[in-house]
């Protein structure tokens, strides 16, 4: 196994477009997080997935931000009409359970 | 919000010395997580320590955690240069195992 995988790990877009990033969790891994990460901070809980179900979302996650994990696989996160102050790093980390996450690398989104 | 604020935001210290880094949170817990970053990169899993647990060690880290003052210390001992990094406690709350709050990150760099 191959760890947390995620794509792309670096998305440059315009204002006002569409983006969709991806995520492949450790296989066997029921729970799936989004957390997103600003220059100096901390990452900050966007989502949780157990499964296929969304159990949780955090306010952070404004109408603009969508996110899905069909069949409990692989899950994208989807921002429509970016913003410059969506500028982030994108975290997917799974787990087995409520132990420890495994983090992937992390999309780099940059919004000109 | 962020539940956890590390203590201190930036530490630098010579190779061979101790470094201490300190986390304080505000909310009952389930575990409390120390994680560790490289410039640019996700996040990486050191240790965990649960509730009812006072101190752990993993090789040269030593974590302690004290439910009362609701803080936690991450003692890495005989540092070297590559443990330079961002390090940042995230806990469990109790009652919602599913998603860790991070805090704001300590940066130690460790000088050769």
């Known amino acids: 196994d191959t760890g947390v995988s995620q794509n792309p790990r670096h998305k440059i877009t315009k204002r006002g477009q569409n983006v969709t990033f991806r995520c492949d969790p450790i296989s066997e891994h029921n729970r799936l997080y989004w957390y997103r990460q600003t220059l100096g901070q901390g990452p900050e809980f966007l989502t949780y997935f157990q499964n296929e179900a969304q159990l949780e979302k955090s306010r952070l996650l404004s109408d603009r931000f969508s996110a899905e994990r069909p069949k409990g696989s692989f899950s994208t996160l989807e921002i429509q009409r970016t913003e410059q102050g969506d500028s982030a790093m994108y975290l997917c980390?799974?787990?087995?359970?409520?132990?420890?996450?495994?983090f992937g690398q992390g999309t780099r989104l940059t919004v000109v | 919000s962020q539940q956890g604020e590390e203590d201190p935001q930036a530490l630098s210290i010579q190779e061979g010395e101790n470094a201490t880094m300190n986390c304080s949170y505000k909310?009952?817990?389930?575990?409390l997580q120390w994680y560790r970053q490289n410039s640019g990169r996700g996040l990486v899993h050191l240790i965990l320590?649960?509730?009812?647990?006072r101190e752990k060690h993993s090789g040269r880290l030593r974590v302690t955690l004290d439910t009362s003052k609701k803080s936690s210390s991450l003692l890495i001992t005989a540092s070297r240069a590559a443990d330079t990094a961002s390090y940042f406690c995230?806990?469990?709350?109790?009652?919602?195992?599913?998603?860790?709050?991070f805090g704001s990150g300590t940066q130690l760099t460790v000088l050769p």
């Open positions: 980390a799974s787990a087995p359970s409520s132990t420890e996450a495994f």
């Open positions: 995230a806990t469990a709350v109790s009652g919602s195992a599913r998603q860790l709050t």
């Open positions: 909310t009952s817990i389930n575990n």
């Open positions: 320590i649960r509730s009812n647990e």
